[in-house]
């Protein structure tokens, strides 16, 4: 086996996009979410990814429950190799930011920045821990929004610029024991978080928002993560890397 990886949110769209190219390259999966087991998605991402996938439901922003799902990811696969922090919600109106509400800002910061952040530092204390032969990585999926500012989704756009600097520090603390650490910056992807704007957004990025003059895929990401978990980058440990198409280079 050539790892084990966890990936949150990996039941749909990029997660299970990730899952997939992962699994094909020799991991265990292990995908953590919040529907329940029997929920039809969960069953179909299980059946598409293949017989080496576990799923268990956890709330990211469940810190609590942290301990526990380390434990039956381990119990299920062996010591884990790779978290790649999926999970994120947005935000829950799009508005003006002048308006938003405290436990909007609230229910955002619990998954993509509070939440993400504890579970990578108990992942990471596995990783040290855990005497591996294969390389063991840490891939924080983030969003341009970490730097291009959206104010009809502050909330969204903050949580994302923290989590980049979430990653930032575990690449500093945990580069002296070889493990990479890395953030990719989706541009707009089509999934069902995006789906509300497809109409609105699809004019834009033909008609140049994008400079690739297209949507893009969860493949795009998932195709990404493969080389950074396997180690192929392993000296690159840090490295920011935006998957969207030429969106967030500055232009005139």
């Known amino acids: 086996m050539t790892g084990v990886a966890l990936i949150t949110g990996g039941q749909q769209g990029i997660g299970l996009a990730i899952a997939e190219v992962l699994a094909g390259a020799g991991f265990g999966i292990a995908l953590a979410s919040l529907p329940a087991p029997d929920d039809p998605a969960v069953i179909a991402a299980l059946a598409r990814i293949?017989?080496?996938?576990?799923?268990?439901?956890?709330?990211?922003?469940?810190?609590?429950?942290?301990?526990?799902?380390?434990?039956?990811?381990?119990?299920?696969?062996?010591?884990?190799?790779?978290?790649?922090?999926?999970?994120?919600?947005?935000?829950?109106?799009?508005?003006?930011?002048?308006?938003?509400?405290?436990?909007?800002?609230?229910?955002?910061?619990?998954?993509?920045?509070?939440?993400?952040?504890?579970?990578?530092?108990?992942?990471?204390?596995?990783?040290?821990?855990?005497?591996?032969?294969?390389?063991?990585?840490?891939?924080?999926?983030?969003?341009?929004?970490?730097?291009?500012?959206?104010?009809?989704?502050?909330?969204?756009?903050?949580?994302?610029?923290?989590?980049?600097?979430?990653?930032?520090?575990?690449?500093?603390r945990l580069a002296p024991h070889g493990i990479g650490v890395y953030d990719l910056r989706p541009g707009i992807i089509e999934t069902g978080m995006t789906a509300g704007i497809r109409d609105a957004y699809t004019a834009r990025i033909e008609g140049g928002l994008v400079p690739a003059r297209r949507w893009g895929q969860p493949e795009d990401i998932a195709r990404t993560v493969l080389p950074l978990a396997r180690g192929d980058f392993a000296f690159a440990t840090g490295a920011v890397i935006p998957v969207d198409g030429g969106l967030s280079i500055p232009r005139l």
């Open 50 to 172: 293949g017989p080496n996938a576990t799923y268990h439901q956890h709330d990211v922003a469940d810190v609590a429950g942290i301990s526990a799902l380390l434990q039956a990811v381990e119990a299920a696969h062996g010591p884990l190799t790779t978290l790649v922090s999926n999970a994120g919600v947005p935000a829950r109106i799009r508005g003006d930011m002048l308006d938003v509400a405290p436990e909007a800002w609230d229910a955002v910061m619990a998954v993509n920045l509070r939440g993400a952040f504890f579970l990578a530092q108990a992942a990471a204390k596995r990783l040290l821990s855990n005497e591996t032969l294969q390389f063991r990585a840490m891939v924080f999926v983030t969003s341009v929004s970490a730097t291009l500012a959206s104010v009809e989704r502050a909330e969204y756009c903050v949580s994302k610029s923290g989590a980049a600097m979430v990653a930032q520090l575990f690449a500093l």
